[in-house]
């Protein structure tokens, strides 16, 4: 996916035969609603006591998602929301256990589209 985003004009990205999305990698990056991507995860308890609302209407955050106890969080101004996500861990008592910022990649819509990473297979039955 990396060398996808780098080297390709446009790109599809397929799940199990089917075309989920085409565009060019900024296109379909930016169709995640923001540009980076802030990771982060609070103590056992905190993170199962937290949800995605809890998160969902920080400035600059467009969409939450969850993930074995992890939190996604797609925002446009990293500078903004961070501060703000602090605040609002501090103000509900969570304590912060790991934190990452990055740029969105392709990785990340084919995770939005297709509900699993690359390297988990299709389960077949």
């Known amino acids: 996916m990396d060398e996808a985003e780098r080297l390709c004009d446009r790109v599809a990205i397929v799940d199990s035969g089917r075309v989920m ?3 060019t990698p900024q296109q379909l990056i930016a169709s995640l609603g923001g540009e980076h991507v802030i990771e982060f995860a609070c103590d056992g ?3 199962q006591r937290l949800g995605s609302a809890a998160f969902a209407n920080l400035p600059a955050v467009s969409a939450v998602e969850t993930e ?3 939190f996604r969080l ?3 101004e990293p500078h903004v929301a961070l501060p703000a996500l602090l605040a609002r861990l501090e103000a509900t008592g ?3 256990t790991s934190l990452s910022t990055r740029h969105a990649s ?3 819509v084919f ?3 297709a509900g699993r990473h690359l390297n988990e297979g299709n389960e077949a039955s």
């Open 21 to 23: 999305a085409i565009g």
């Open 45 to 47: 308890s905190d993170g």
């Open 68 to 70: 074995q106890g992890r």
């Open 74 to 76: 797609s925002v446009r």
């Open 94 to 96: 969570s304590q912060l």
């Open 106 to 108: 392709l990785e990340d």
């Open 111 to 113: 995770v939005k589209l």
